[in-house]
């Protein structure tokens, strides 16, 4: 069994709520991660019968995060104290609400294993910043952050956490786990973002045309048109380009004409691997 030795790769997700519904923004990594701690709230109960305790009984109604960090930076600290900016102007008043966020960080452990973790719907009590004049020696100011994590109705949950060292869990998992804040027993996939597609050339004459490609996210057919199995001289070539989504990964939520290919013009239709480039015609003899 593997020992934590290290906390690090601190994440934060917006919140936006609507209609008892919530979604979450893209997460942003927060460097410094000092110390993170989590302590579950309860609500305790006892029953008493002839003169002792029969039964007794705990329940989380909460989670307590404590997070110590180097910085956290103003933009963050803003949303979650919920105060008002105005051309660069900060102002802190009796009816400043926090906002809602989600909040995530890995625990390294030996062995090269790693714990992560989302919780999913937090508020922060304000900030405590502790600035200290430099004397003899150089003293570092610190945020720390006091987090209520709750389980919203919507979720069903407090949180949602893997451990690398369980056998059900793969690299592509851990790989993936920050990319999104994830909310089910399903670690989300993630949406394609390489837009190059790679090993695709303009065509050559003499040259052969290529029939596949690779690259980190995804798998592609490549078809010609016109057919040929080496290219022709003065003839412009069209590579319809089919992609496949390697595990992990999605082709939901590609945006309209995502893809590019060197040297064509290159087409594609939203959520889609389709890809179309068209070539300018190829050298004359």
């Known amino acids: 069994m593997e020992v934590k030795i290290n906390v690090q790769n601190v994440h934060l ?5 609507t209609s008892g519904e919530i979604t979450f923004g893209k997460p942003e990594h927060v460097a410094g991660a000092m110390e993170m701690g989590r302590t579950p709230q ?21 989670y307590q995060i404590t997070a110590n960090l180097n ?31 989600a909040i995530g960080w890995e625990v390294e452990k030996t062995g090269g294993e790693k714990e992560l973790v989302w919780f999913l719907y937090c508020t922060a009590e304000p900030i405590e910043q502790t600035e200290r004049q ?3 020696n150089v003293n570092y100011s610190t945020d720390s952050v006091t987090i209520m994590a709750l389980e919203h109705d919507s979720l069903g949950r407090y949180y949602t956490l893997i451990d690398s060292e369980d056998e059900d869990v793969t690299e592509v998992m851990v790989k993936n786990f920050f990319k999104n804040v994830q909310t089910s ?11 190059a597609i790679p090993g695709v050339v303009a065509p050559v004459k003499g040259a052969t045309p290529v029939t596949s490609i690779e690259s980190e ?34 082709l939901a939520g590609v945006t309209e004409n995502f893809f590019t290919v060197a040297g064509a013009t290159a087409t594609n239709e939203a959520d889609s691997g389709v890809v179309t480039a068209v070539f300018p015609e190829t050298e004359g003899e």
């Open 217 to 250: 996210q995804y798998t592609g057919t490549v078809s010609w048109e016109p057919e040929a199995e080496t290219f022709a001289a003065d003839t412009a070539y069209t590579a319809t380009i089919t992609l496949t989504a390697k595990t992990g990964y999605t």
């Open 42 to 62: 309860l609500s305790t109960g006892q029953l008493y019968g002839d003169g002792k305790i029969t039964h007794k009984n705990s329940k989380k109604v909460a």
């Open 134 to 136: 430099s004397e003899e």
């Open 13 to 17: 997700a917006e919140i936006t709520e």
């Open 71 to 101: 910085k956290l930076p103003s933009k963050w600290r803003r949303y979650m104290e919920g105060v008002q900016v105005s051309d660069g102007i900060e102002s802190g008043t009796s009816g400043d609400e926090p906002k809602p966020f």
């Open 185 to 195: 027993d399903a670690i989300a996939d993630v949406t394609v973002d390489i837009a």
